[in-house]
């Protein structure tokens, strides 16, 4: 009897532990939640890319290819950046075609994974991850966004530096 009783005391302690972990999470940054989802989890991102050549060769520019999850803390910082920063915003739209490819590998493990592979960031890379291409779709650049942070967020003049390193030339 006295078993039963500390097993379920016990169960329920551990029941409480795990309850708890994704309260300590949010609360800390861990894992930030926009309340909406940046990344279409179901959208074909060789579809994404294909329409992005398209409009890279109408408008003369660049192609920014985000990879990420809705899940993913690092990526939320980094979309957010990318909207409220206004030097970084103004960058994005004067020279780059934008796209968010989700890669959520709890969603679906092979979800854009043939992107992930072509673009070389299959095994030493976490999210985000930055993918820059040329007007034509040949690929430039693959970037570990972990080079651009800086304590708990990405280092705006590291982002900025990064987009202009890319930037086409006119």
């Known amino acids: 009897m006295k078993t039963r009783i500390l097993q379920n005391s016990l169960r329920v302690s551990l ?55 809705n899940g993913c803390g690092w990526c939320i910082k980094l979309h957010k950046l990318f909207e409220s920063d206004k030097t970084i915003s103004e960058e994005l739209k004067a020279n780059y075609v934008f796209a968010l490819i989700d890669n959520n590998k709890e969603h679906d493990k092979e979800h854009n994974k043939n992107l992930v592979v072509k673009y070389g960031a299959e095994y030493n890379f976490g999210w985000p991850f930055l993918v820059v291409l040329n007007t034509d779709g040949t690929h430039l650049v693959t970037k570990n966004t972990g080079d651009l942070e800086e304590g708990d967020h990405h280092n705006p003049q590291k982002v900025l530096a990064f987009l202009k390193e890319w930037e086409p030339k006119r």
Not at 47 to 63: F, M, N, P
Request: negative net charge.
């Open 15 to 69: 029941l409480l532990a795990f309850a708890a972990i994704p309260m300590r999470l949010q609360a800390d940054g861990g894992t930030e939640s926009t309340g909406s989802k940046i990344y279409d989890e179901l959208a074909d991102g060789s579809e994404q890319v294909a329409k992005a050549i398209v409009l890279a060769t109408k408008d003369h520019k660049r192609i920014l290819l985000e990879f990420g999850a």
